[in-house]
Nanobody, 125 residues
């Protein structure tokens, strides 16, 4: 069982930045690809970004490409999401998730095995 704990959410004005963090409670953190998903009010959960087990491969949704940066530190069992040029449309609960590396889908939420509790990001206009 892997527990994921997100932090770093909050209220920010449009154009601002936030950095989300997710720490995993496992000694086998490098066995997992890590993803960020979000759910906005009244909408389905959607893929935001993912990074493979080594950090050598990343994926981004078109809506965040060029504004968000995902990274990981396997020595700290942590994955990060640097969010820049935030827009009101980025307002959502952001979830960290872990996918066993062999699944290798990264953008498909159904392939993720473990999920955090979420952290709220609110961007004011």
């Amino acid at each position: 069982q892997v527990q994921l704990v997100e932090s770093g959410g909050g209220l920010v004005e449009a154009g601002g930045s936030l950095r989300l963090s997710c720490v995993a409670s496992t000694r086998a953190f490098s066995n997992y690809n890590m993803g960020w998903f979000r759910r906005a009010p009244g909408k389905e959960r959607e893929f935001v970004s993912a990074i493979n087990w080594s950090g050598g491969s990343t994926r981004y949704a078109d809506s965040v490409q060029g504004r968000f940066i995902i990274s990981r530190d396997n020595t700290r069992n942590a994955v990060y999401l640097e969010m820049n040029s935030l827009k009101p449309a980025d307002t959502a609960v952001y979830y960290c998730a872990a996918e066993f590396w062999r699944a290798a889908r990264m953008t498909d939420s159904s392939s993720y095995d473990y999920w955090g509790q979420g952290t709220q990001v609110t961007v004011s206009s």
